[in-house]
């Protein structure tokens, strides 16, 4: 089956823009979870949801950065006033259950370029 | 809070060679240890994890509480094991928290 999918899978933006990233995660998972990957670094949490339900948002490194699945499928990334130190690529990935244990899956990614 | 650490960012072996990928974490209690694995143009994977004890495309991992590791081994390299692989640790219902990754590169 489809497996989780981002868009758009790059993105280049002023810096002071505003950005929005997409993600659909498999068909019935009930687990999103978003990871900032900075280069030369691994992935970093951002925020997790299940179902509609931001249960973690501990790893949004600013007030600027905002999440939402409001219907508990698709989801999305909000960055707000993009600064150049945003530039990173953007990991989604979603789980089967409504628990933090069970594997994860992840997406392509979305590359940020901020100018 | 947690961390992980992989003190190697690029490692090379010949062919046929063993390897081993180094991963050291930082956690008092008892934390679940990941292997993530990501081949040239492909998305981030799992390779196996502690729990499970399997071995997936001839990996290994072994959790070392005493000296707080979970290296990854193989004891014959093979051109297709050169990706990018990531330890990762979680404790509890911590978020997943990642190591810089090693590169691997498998020399034929």
């Known amino acids: 089956g489809a497996g989780v999918s981002q868009s758009p899978r790059y993105k280049v933006a002023k810096r002071g823009q505003d950005v929005a990233l997409r993600c659909d995660p498999i068909?019935?998972?009930?687990?999103l979870f978003w990871y900032q990957q900075a280069l030369g670094q691994g992935p970093e949490f951002l925020t997790y949801?299940?179902?509609?339900?931001?249960?973690?948002k501990s790893g949004l490194p600013s007030d600027r950065f905002f999440a939402e699945r409001p219907e508990g499928s698709v989801s999305t990334l909000k960055i707000q006033r993009t600064q150049q130190e945003d530039s990173a690529v953007y990991l989604c990935?979603?789980?089967?259950?409504?628990?933090?244990?069970?594997?994860?899956?992840f997406g392509p990614g979305t590359r940020l370029l901020v100018l | 809070a947690q961390r992980v650490t992989q003190p190697e960012k690029l490692l090379s072996v010949f062919k046929g060679a063993p390897v081993e990928l180094k991963c050291n974490y930082s956690?008092?209690?008892?934390?679940?240890l990941f292997w993530y694995v990501q081949y040239s143009r492909q998305r981030l994977q799992l390779l196996l994890r502690?729990?499970s004890r399997e071995s997936i495309k001839g990996f290994t991992a072994d959790l070392n509480k005493g000296e707080t590791s979970f290296h990854l081994k193989k004891p014959f390299a093979q051109e297709e094991d050169s990706a990018m692989y990531y330890c990762?640790?979680?404790?509890?219902?911590?978020?997943?928290?990642f190591g810089k990754g090693t590169r691997l590169s498998v020399i034929a």
């Open positions: 990762a640790s979680r404790g509890g219902n911590t978020p997943l928290v």
């Open positions: 949801f299940q179902n509609e339900a931001q249960l973690d």
């Open positions: 956690y008092s209690g008892s934390p679940e």
């Open positions: 068909s019935g998972h009930v687990s």
């Open positions: 990935a979603s789980s089967k259950l409504g628990t933090t244990q069970e594997t994860q899956y």
């Open positions: 502690h729990i």
